[in-house]
C-alpha cells in the first residue's frame, strides 16, 4: 500500500510539473498567412476570419481584422507587402473573429461598416458578439476608448474612391446577421463575401445578431445577380477562393434547407426531428457535413421565424 501511494504522489507530482511547464510555454506564434490574388490585392489567412488587404494609390484599405490580438500581426504582414499606410478598415459584420483587431490599428483610421453592423459593434462583448457570458464580457471598443469603432455607415450603398481605386459596398439584405456587407473591388473584379458566404457549409445564423434563415437565400440570390464582372469572391472562412457560380449555388442550396425545414415544420415534425434527419444532399459536393449544434440552432431560427 505504501509503495502505491508514493507512485500515485510521484505521478500526481509529475502530471503538476508537465502542467507547469505547458502553462509557462510560450502563446504560439501568430502566423498569418499570404494569398497573393491581384497585383495590389492580397488575402490575409488565420486567426479568425479572411482579411483582405487593397493597395490603393494613396493607402491600403483592411477588409476584416481577425481575433483579439491579431491587428498588430496583420499590420506587420502588411508593412511586408507595401510601405504604404493603412488608411480604412472596411468590417463585414460584427463578429469578434472580423472586427477584434480593429483597436490596435491606429486611431486615426477610417472604420466603415453597414449601419447595423455599427449598431450591433456597439453592444457586443469582446470575444465573438455570439455567445453571452454571465456576466456579458467587457465592449473591446468601449475598453479601448471607441477606438477601432465605425466611423462612417451605409444603408444600402456606399462607393468609397473612384477609378482603380473604386471600392463598392452593397447590402442586399439579413442572412448571417442584418448588417452583412459585400466589399467590391471592381477593377479587379473581386468581390469579399464576409461570413454570409464564409463557404461551402451550413451557415451560422446569428439571430441575436438580426441573422435571418428565411431572408439568406433571397439575400444571397440577390447579390450573386445583381453584382456584376466579378472573377473571384473571398469568403468568410474557406482557404480557398470562390466563383459567382458557387455563389449562385450556395443561394440554391440555403433555399432548399429553407423549405426542407418550412416542409417539417408543417408536417408537425419538431426541431429535434429535422435536426436528427437531415442530411446534406448529395447533390452539393465538395460541401462541410453540417454540426450536429449548428444545424439544430439553424433549424431553431427558422422555426422561430415561421411563428
Same mark, same amino acid.
Given at each position: 500500500?505504501?509503495?502505491?501511494?508514493?507512485?500515485?504522489a510521484?505521478?500526481?507530482v509529475?502530471?503538476?510539473s508537465l502542467a507547469?511547464r505547458a502553462?509557462?510555454q510560450?502563446?504560439a506564434?501568430?502566423v &498569418? +498567412?499570404v494569398? #497573393?490574388?491581384?497585383?495590389?490585392?492580397? +488575402?490575409? #489567412?488565420?486567426?479568425g476570419?479572411?482579411?483582405?488587404?487593397?493597395?490603393?494609390?494613396n493607402? &491600403?484599405?483592411?477588409?476584416?481584422?481577425?481575433?483579439?490580438?491579431?491587428?498588430?500581426? $496583420?499590420l506587420?504582414?502588411? #508593412?511586408?507587402?507595401?510601405?504604404?499606410p493603412v488608411?480604412?478598415? $472596411?468590417?463585414?459584420?460584427?463578429?469578434?473573429?472580423?472586427?477584434s483587431? @480593429?483597436?490596435e490599428?491606429?486611431?486615426t483610421v477610417?472604420?466603415v461598416?453597414?449601419e447595423?453592423? /455599427?449598431?450591433?459593434?456597439e453592444?457586443?462583448?469582446?470575444?465573438?458578439?455570439?455567445? %453571452?457570458?454571465?456576466?456579458?464580457p467587457?465592449?473591446i !471598443?468601449?475598453?479601448?476608448?471607441?477606438? =477601432?469603432?465605425?466611423?462612417?455607415?451605409?444603408?444600402?450603398?456606399m462607393?468609397?474612391?473612384?477609378?482603380?481605386?473604386? *471600392?463598392?459596398?452593397y447590402? !442586399?439584405?439579413?442572412?448571417?446577421?442584418?448588417?452583412d456587407a459585400?466589399?467590391?473591388?471592381p477593377?479587379?473584379?473581386?468581390?469579399?463575401?464576409?461570413? *454570409?458566404?464564409?463557404?461551402?457549409?451550413?451557415?451560422?445564423l446569428?439571430?441575436?445578431n438580426?441573422?435571418s434563415?428565411?431572408?439568406i437565400?433571397?439575400?444571397?440570390?440577390k447579390?450573386?445577380?445583381?453584382?456584376?464582372n466579378?472573377?473571384?469572391? $473571398?469568403?468568410?472562412?474557406s482557404?480557398?477562393?470562390m466563383t459567382?457560380?458557387?455563389?449562385?449555388?450556395?443561394a440554391?442550396? @440555403?433555399? +432548399?434547407?429553407l423549405m426542407a425545414v %418550412?416542409a417539417?415544420k408543417?408536417?408537425?415534425?419538431?426541431v429535434?426531428d429535422?435536426?436528427?434527419?437531415? #442530411?446534406?444532399?448529395? /447533390?452539393?459536393? =465538395?460541401y462541410?457535413?453540417?454540426?450536429?449544434a449548428?444545424?439544430?440552432?439553424n433549424?431553431q431560427? *427558422?422555426?422561430?421565424e415561421?411563428?
Open positions: 500500500m505504501r509503495r502505491v501511494k508514493v507512485l500515485v510521484l505521478l500526481a509529475g502530471s503538476l507547469v502553462y509557462q510560450p502563446p506564434p501568430k &498569418v +498567412e494569398e #497573393k490574388l491581384r497585383d495590389n490585392l492580397f +488575402e490575409l #489567412k488565420g486567426g476570419g479572411n482579411t483582405a488587404v487593397f493597395v490603393g494609390t493607402g &491600403v484599405v483592411v477588409v476584416d481584422t481577425k481575433n483579439p490580438g491579431w491587428g498588430q500581426p $496583420i506587420d504582414k502588411i #508593412k511586408e507587402l507595401t510601405s504604404k488608411t480604412m478598415i $472596411i468590417n463585414t459584420h460584427t463578429h469578434g473573429d472580423h472586427v483587431g @480593429n483597436v490599428f491606429p486611431a477610417d472604420v461598416t453597414h447595423n453592423t /455599427k449598431a450591433n459593434m453592444k457586443m462583448g469582446a470575444v465573438t458578439g455570439l455567445a %453571452q457570458a454571465n456576466p456579458p467587457p465592449n !471598443f468601449k475598453a479601448n476608448n471607441g477606438r =477601432g469603432m465605425s466611423k462612417r455607415t451605409f444603408k444600402d450603398t462607393t468609397l474612391g473612384s477609378g482603380n481605386d473604386r *471600392i463598392d459596398l447590402y !442586399f439584405g439579413r442572412g448571417h446577421t442584418n448588417g459585400w466589399v467590391v473591388f477593377a479587379l473584379r473581386v468581390m469579399h463575401a464576409g461570413d *454570409i458566404f464564409s463557404g461551402k457549409n451550413l451557415p451560422l446569428d439571430a441575436n438580426g441573422g434563415g428565411v431572408a437565400p433571397d439575400t444571397l440570390a447579390a450573386a445577380t445583381t453584382v456584376k466579378i472573377d473571384t469572391v $473571398i469568403t468568410g472562412h482557404m480557398q477562393t459567382m457560380n458557387d455563389l449562385k449555388e450556395y440554391d442550396f @440555403n433555399r +432548399e434547407f %418550412q417539417a408543417k408536417a408537425g415534425k419538431s429535434d429535422v435536426a436528427s434527419t437531415w #442530411k446534406m444532399p448529395a /447533390k452539393y459536393t =465538395g462541410a457535413e453540417a454540426q450536429p449548428r444545424l439544430k440552432s433549424v431560427v *427558422i422555426f422561430d415561421l411563428k
